[in-house]
């Protein structure tokens, strides 16, 4: 087996982004976090018009690695530039300006969290578990995990989880919003791909903008909000994809 710790490649459209350190149930140490920017940047530069995110091995992502934190000389420093390098590869990978479908099973956990709420589209395989997991172990949420989570969930679910470390199983997960679909284990694969293919196939710019501007939509009031979907959708109309598109359906009355 290779000794990346995340593998990259571009297939069928699809850039195929895969957590690698199945021993280590997929956490990040700092030079997974590095190279996980870096098949970031990658995937931005590629031709790809849809990203397939998922997990060597029989868990997803356990968060941080914590043997690594308890090995580091300094520990506080080390966790610091742990979280900020994750961090800025997932903010990276939410702003990517084409949509990420990620395929979990077994467990998502801490910072393995963060990974999911920075996809667009997630498929968990029946069994897996998610939970928080810092309080556990004495420490608090990173990667974005107490801005994202509250948006997905809502407040009180997400601080449920947080301060009782409640572990929610993958029919919760999707009541609640976490995930948007839960499969078999031995489908989830094929769904993912099935999802993936199809948003390739796509008015991939068009799905882009959408991605962005539902994103932003947080820290924006309504009218800068609507002003932005203004400014998006007279643009769309311009593309090649849309004139295409708008002159086959008008054809069909």
């Known amino acids: 087996m290779t000794d990346q710790a995340v593998l990259f490649e571009v297939r ?19 030079d997974a976090a590095r190279e996980f920017c870096t098949v970031i940047e990658r995937t931005a530069q590629s031709s790809a018009r849809v990203v397939l995110l998922t997990g060597n091995g029989p868990r997803f992502c356990a968060g941080g690695d914590v043997a690594s934190m308890v090995a580091a000389e300094d520990q506080a420093g080390y966790l610091r530039v742990l979280a900020e390098t994750l961090e800025a590869g997932l903010r990276s990978m939410s702003e990517l300006p084409i949509p990420v479908v990620a395929a979990v099973q ?3 956990a801490g910072a393995g969290l963060a990974v999911i709420l920075n996809a667009d589209v997630v498929v968990a395989a029946k069994p897996t578990k998610f939970l928080t997991a810092y309080a556990g172990i004495g420490l608090t949420p990173d990667c974005g995990v107490s801005y994202l989570l509250p948006r997905a969930i809502g407040q009180q679910r997400a601080l449920e989880l947080a301060l009782t470390g409640r572990v929610i199983a993958a029919d919760e997960a999707m009541a609640w919003g976490l995930v948007n679909s839960v499969v078999e284990p031995d489908a989830l694969d094929a769904a993912a791909e099935e999802i993936a293919a199809r948003i390739a196939t796509g008015a991939i710019a068009a799905l882009g903008d959408a991605k962005r501007l539902i994103r932003s939509s947080w820290e924006l009031s309504r009218p800068a909000s609507a002003a932005a979907e203004v400014d998006s959708i007279s643009h769309a109309v311009t593309r090649e994809e849309a004139v295409t598109l708008i002159a086959a359906f008008a054809k069909r009355g």
């Open 106 to 108: 077994g467990a998502v």
């Open 12 to 30: 069928d459209s699809i850039a195929r982004i895969t957590l690698n350190r199945p021993e280590q149930s997929n956490a990040f140490d700092l």
